[in-house]
């Protein structure tokens, strides 16, 4: 089974989770609705898609907005090894944190 309350999520849904956050009404709430969700994947996001930075594999709300439409149910699937500025996350931790969330796409 997948940790949802992980160290590794709340750090993702700081970073790149604001929308969920926000729709959910804070990172508790957040944290409750992803666990809430965790049996159902509707639809698989493309992990490779580049942030506007130039980053790949970053997922933003911007790639959630223009990939699917409001309501839409997708998997969130965080790899921390490509986090530059996390060299004590290793491939290890590839895959542990999976979860489901609703897109605030309008």
Request: charged content about 25%; cysteine-free; hydrophobic content about 40%.
């Amino acid at each position: 089974r997948f940790k949802f309350t992980s160290p590794i999520l709340i750090e993702w849904l700081e970073r790149f989770g604001h929308h969920v956050i926000a729709q959910a009404g804070g990172l508790d709430e957040a944290l409750q609705y992803i666990e809430t969700l965790a049996a159902v994947n509707v639809g698989l996001f493309d992990e490779n898609l580049t942030r506007p930075d130039g980053h790949e594999g970053g997922i933003l709300a911007e790639v959630f907005r223009k990939k699917f439409p409001r309501g839409t149910v997708i998997s969130i699937s965080s790899h921390p090894q490509k986090w530059s500025d996390r060299p004590d996350l290793t491939s290890g931790d590839s895959g542990e944190v999976i979860a489901q969330a609703v897109t605030d796409a309008p």
